[in-house]
């Protein structure tokens, strides 16, 4: 099955004091990338999976969010690079939120990578979260 994806960016859902301006307009502080995926995540897909994530690394946000609520099929190899990612981002000091259902989120605790990666049920709950965590 093929691997769908999205990225986009946005401002902080929490006001900030320390709000900047920028070419007239006032912006949050902060902002974040969403990068949403859909279908399946599986040996046949999963050097898509790395590479539209290395994107994704590769503009340096302040914060990402994973968008994985659309995944019906998380493998091995997918949770590999999923726990890569989020590794390399804390070293980086780039917050992470995945937003997942039971597909994903199922094989992250069993393997036992909920205690790294942190899990939200909704794209609103983990932006929330980090909007909260980079504004402190």
């Excluded at 992470?96 to 039971?102: E, L, N, T």
């Excluded at 939200?120 to 980090?130: G, I, N, Q, Y």
């Amino acid at each position: 099955m093929n691997l769908d994806t999205n990225t986009s960016f946005h401002t902080s859902l929490i006001p900030s004091s320390s709000a900047r301006r920028t070419t007239g307009q006032l912006t949050a502080s902060k902002t974040f990338c969403v990068q949403q995926f859909s279908g399946e995540i599986d040996m046949a897909n999963a050097a898509d999976f790395a590479a539209a994530l290395d994107r994704v690394a590769g503009r340096h946000p302040e914060c990402v969010v994973l968008d994985l609520l659309h995944v019906t099929f998380m493998s091995a190899a997918g949770l590999a690079i999923l726990d890569r990612f989020c590794a390399d981002a804390a070293d980086s000091h780039i917050p992470v939120a995945v937003a997942c259902d039971r597909s994903v989120a199922r094989p992250v605790e069993a393997c036992g990578l909920d205690g790294t990666i942190a899990l939200f049920d909704s794209v609103t709950a983990a932006s929330a979260k980090l909007s909260a965590t980079t504004m402190t």
